[in-house]
């Protein structure tokens, strides 16, 4: 089992910057990559970001060009750094892992809300 636990959400303005955080524990030897979603009300889940056990990432969407995904192996999380947020970033976050075998592990999400 994996446990996959987010953190960071809050409120920011529009134009401004926000880190979240997963923190990944159990058995996390079987795990080949963590990504980063979202969901936004009404909305079905996102998917924003990967990055792979060798630290390679990929980018979808929204992500593209004003987040970064990242991970500090020391600490077993993996950070989605966000920048220029808009209104239509308002969403749960939620962080993913999944295996070579397509399992799949969820954190519970952290919400972030921007606005004015």
């Known amino acids: 089992q994996v446990q996959l636990v987010e953190s960071g959400g809050g409120l920011v303005q529009p134009g401004g910057s926000l880190r979240v955080s997963c923190v990944v524990s159990?058995?996390?030897?079987?795990?080949?990559?963590l990504r980063w979603y979202r969901q936004a009300p009404g909305k079905q889940r996102e998917w924003l970001a990967t990055v792979t056990r060798d630290g390679s990432t990929a980018y979808v969407g929204a992500a593209k060009g004003r987040f970064t995904i990242s991970r500090d192996n020391a600490k077993n999380t993996v950070y989605l750094q966000m920048t220029s947020l808009k209104p239509e970033d308002t969403a749960v976050y939620y962080c993913n892992a999944y295996t070579r075998s397509d399992r799949v592990y969820w954190g519970q999400g952290t919400q972030v809300a921007v606005s004015s």
């Open positions: 159990g058995n996390i030897y079987d795990l080949i990559g």
